[in-house]
């Protein structure tokens, strides 16, 4: 099975900040890579998938890059509701389709 | 719009036993894999379980392998997850979700929790 390693486990920033959160994978999963945004109660949401492909919707501080093993989400310029958790989730070849630990963002 | 609803959660003994459904609408269901995903109270997302369009191919995360089980009525437009010999561990809120991975769609979530 792949596993997802993500880092950091959490962060604390402030609005307007640039964000960066990363998702290694244990082999090459050629850029079959979702990200989601979970608020406290709430169902994840689908931020970007193919790594890089932005979601209808979404907004476009947002943006997602990498290849091979290693991925990332960058929020450009941080907003008060991004203040959440993130999760990355592998989806090449066969399930299982692991996620990553979680990142959540906190306000400094 | 689309829109899954699941149902069935509540409170079992360890050891017993407890079947999720979940109804979607808003797209046509037989033409999507669906997923389960589930959240340990304060912890990460943890994939479980999925099953192709036709209910041909299942598939489950090892912690679950065994146990539950995945299946489908197209007819009835009806995802279900049937869950045996539940642990303490497998307290948790249970998603269902459109499609295999990158899930545009999900539920609201039912609360599993396992006690005596």
């Known amino acids: 099975d792949i596993q997802m390693t993500q880092s950091p486990s959490s962060l604390s920033a402030s609005v307007g900040d640039r964000v960066t959160i990363t998702c290694r994978a244990s082999?090459?999963?050629?850029?079959?890579l979702a990200w989601y945004q979970q608020k406290p109660g709430k169902a994840p949401k689908l931020l970007l998938s193919?790594?890089?492909r932005l979601e209808s919707g979404v907004p476009s501080r947002f943006s997602g890059s990498g290849s091979g093993t290693d991925y990332t989400l960058t929020i450009s310029s941080l907003q008060p509701e991004d203040f959440a958790t993130y999760y990355c989730?592998?989806?090449?070849?066969?399930?299982?389709?692991?996620f990553g630990q979680g990142t959540k963002v906190e306000i400094k | 719009e689309v829109q899954l609803l699941e149902s069935g959660g509540g409170l079992v003994q360890p050891g017993g036993s407890l079947r999720l459904s979940c109804a979607p609408s808003?797209?046509?269901?037989?033409?999507?894999?669906m997923s389960w995903v589930r959240q340990a109270p304060g912890k990460g997302l943890e994939w479980v379980s999925a099953?192709?369009?036709?209910?041909?191919?299942?598939y489950f995360a090892d912690s679950v392998k065994g146990r539950f089980t995945i299946s489908r009525d197209n007819s009835k437009n009806t995802l279900y997850l049937q869950m045996n010999s539940l642990r303490a561990e497998d307290t948790a809120v249970y998603y269902c979700?459109?499609?295999?991975?990158?899930?545009?769609?999900w539920g609201q979530g039912t609360l599993v929790t396992v006690s005596s």
């Open positions: 979700a459109q499609d295999l991975g990158k899930h545009r769609a």
């Open positions: 808003g797209f046509t269901f037989s033409s999507y894999a």
């Open positions: 099953i192709s369009g036709s209910g041909d191919s299942t």
């Open positions: 082999q090459g999963i050629k850029n079959s």
């Open positions: 193919a790594a890089s």
């Open positions: 989730q592998q989806y090449y070849s066969t399930p299982p389709f692991t």
